[in-house]
């Protein structure tokens, strides 16, 4: 692909010494929407749906993560939850953000929750999507997602687990995504993120129950019923967990709600961030 006219490329800033790739859309209140952890994963691939929606009131922008994308990948990193918060406190104060709205999606919604804990005052409203974030048993799924090793029949094999609709899984979509994976560099730096044994890194990623159950923030909490990487108990835990929240289930959806029910969950993000705050 012509990196001119790819799509995934946006802008570039130094976030906590990072040359960190995002893509911005809108003006408006700010929200921040960071991506999961799939092989090949950029915030465009993630939130191509989501940012023509959002970015109507909303200003939007989405990074991609250090260890993915196009963002610099420095060599001897340790990647882990500590690092991961240090990269999304450098990018608000890159882009001058006191305080912000967070759409996190899985790995991304993990990353937002231990946020908010961390940098309470930073944060404003909270979106947890298909969501880590708290203890759960490895599934089959997420297994499949962090041990992904490059080929179509593989990148084939994953898409089905993401998505429940089996119409999504288009040649075109396949072949993109596998693409996206083998781009030099990124299978080296994927295969590092989450090694085996791959429950240790599901702990590594889940804020304490007591911690999330004092966070003061509003949180909307979406999953699909039918998710087979992330399973819908996580939401209902959060849900119990968190004083100020609502959680939307979708019916026949898998772990991209984003994708799979783009125009509702739009829409209900949208109302959600928007909207009027509740009473205490």
């Known amino acids: 692909m012509d990196d001119s006219k790819n799509p ?66 420095k060599p001897g990193v340790r990647y882990d939850l500590d690092f991961w918060i240090g990269h999304l406190l450098g990018c608000l104060d890159a882009w001058g953000l006191e305080r912000t709205h967070l759409v996190g999606n899985s790995f991304g919604g993990g990353l937002a929750l231990a946020f908010a804990h961390r940098y309470p005052e930073r944060v404003d409203k909270l979106v947890l999507m298909g969501s880590v974030g708290v203890s759960f048993e490895l599934t089959y799924g997420l297994d499949a997602v962090w041990g992904y090793q490059p080929s179509m029949e593989e990148m084939r094999k994953l898409i089905g687990i993401f998505a429940h609709n089996k119409q999504l899984i288009s040649d075109e979509l396949v072949a993109s995504r596998y693409k996206a994976s083998v781009r030099p560099g990124y299978q080296e730096s994927f295969s590092s993120l989450f090694p085996e044994p791959r429950q240790a890194h599901i702990e590594a990623l889940a804020t304490p129950e007591q911690d999330i159950a004092a966070l003061p923030h509003e949180v909307l ?52 961030l928007i909207g009027g705050s509740k009473s205490d």
């Open 221 to 272: 909490i979406v999953h699909g019923r039918d998710d087979q990487v992330i399973p819908v108990s996580n939401a209902i835990r959060l849900n119990g967990l968190l004083q100020r929240s609502d959680l939307h289930i979708f019916g026949q959806c898998g772990h991209w709600t984003q994708i799979e029910r783009a125009t509702q969950f739009n829409r209900l993000v949208k109302d959600f």
């Open 8 to 73: 995934e490329l946006g802008k570039t800033m130094q976030a906590a010494g990072i040359a960190t790739n995002y893509i911005e859309a809108g003006e408006g209140p700010p929200v921040v929407l960071i991506h999961g952890s799939g092989p090949g994963v950029t915030a465009y691939a993630n939130w191509r749906l989501t940012l023509p929606g959002l970015s109507t009131h909303l200003r939007v922008l989405a990074p991609d993560m250090a260890g993915f994308g196009y963002t610099e990948r």
